[in-house]
């Protein structure tokens, strides 16, 4: 246990070193006052986990690029996957894993939502969300074929979503390399119910 003290604005920094043990789950928590004396004190904790991995570098990239952020229901997104090598090559002829999910979008006007936190997105104005990043519900699985130059083009048809609201479209590229490294990227763009929105 080591003790530190806050500053001026209630915030405390300092270095843990980790045990020897090779236990790639770790914990850290920070209390108010020791253990011993919570049957006279009121005491406060809080933690945060993690885990402790070997780094091993990967073999290459993978990067996905949207070619418009917003779209209308009747278009049809297209997302481009691109590979590159660390030795500045493209990852040529390489079949990648491609999922596409489409996760609802809450209309609200510009103005209102360039001042709200972004409260359309996953976690409303307070943030929250969970341990991983949620993409919505998956509507496409399938392999694509990196090109000579290390490059894909998926299109994605929005209406394999059922209902007609307005949807956040994410385009999630993965493939696993030598060292069993997973290597993602992802990218998303809106995709409007309609050609507009009436707000009261």
Known sequence: AIHVAT????????????????SEYQSLMASTLPPEDTKTYPRSDAYASFDVISYIKPDFDITVEREKAE???????????KGNKFDGKPLANTDISVTVYSNSYFEAEKA???????????????????????????IDKKTVHLDDSGVATVTVDPKK????????????????????NKITGASSTIVHAADYAIFF
């Open 71 to 81: 779209y209308l229901r009747s278009d049809s997104p297209v997302f481009t996957i």
């Open 161 to 180: 979503k059922a209902d007609i609201y307005s949807q956040t479209i994410t385009v999630v590229a993965e493939k696993t390399d030598s060292a069993n």
């Open 112 to 138: 209102v939502y360039n001042t709200n936190f972004n409260i359309t997105s996953f976690g409303g104005m307070c943030g929250g969300g969970g341990w991983d990043e949620y993409y919505g519900e998956s």
């Open 7 to 22: 500053d001026e604005h209630g915030v405390f920094t300092g270095n843990v070193v980790l045990p020897d043990e090779k």
